[in-house]
């Protein structure tokens, strides 16, 4: 296993998982939290935890770098990497979303927009490591320039 390429994969995970939570998330469906104050954290609240939602979404980037690591059988990086994200976008629509519903006071309308981004998500976050995680391909070693 590739430390370097590993760590790599991860922080572009993260990164790409912040910006479309930001984008996508935060900024058009952030409403839709109001609508259910029995089931989310009031904003102020949610704004506090943020820290630790973030080290939340390092740790699972890292999980994910790793497990697409050990599946990882070569060819183009970005393209596995969107099989990788695809697969997980699957189980994490049924395992979270579905469940969710299933379990909680939330209105199918919030589950639907809900499991949408996680699809979504899970795919870019899975492509952003398959490009970031390729093996084959070198990485630019840092050279020793000699002063002459």
Known sequence: MDYRRLTLAALLAFYARLMFGIMIWITPVGDEFVKYPTVFRPMPVIRDNVPLMLVGWLIAAFVLAIVFSRG??????????????????????????????????????????????????????????????????RLQEPRLVRAA
Do not use: D, H, W
């Not at 469940?99 to 199918?108: D, H, P, R």
């Open 72 to 137: 990882y059988s070569g060819g183009n990086g970005a393209l596995e990497g969107f099989r990788f994200g695809s697969l997980m976008a699957f189980f994490c629509v049924g395992f979270v979303s579905v469940s969710l519903y299933a379990q909680g006071n939330i209105g199918l309308r919030k589950v639907v927009i809900g499991g949408a981004q996680l699809f979504l998500k899970m795919i870019i976050v899975g492509t952003a490591i398959g490009a970031a995680y390729q093996p084959g391909r």
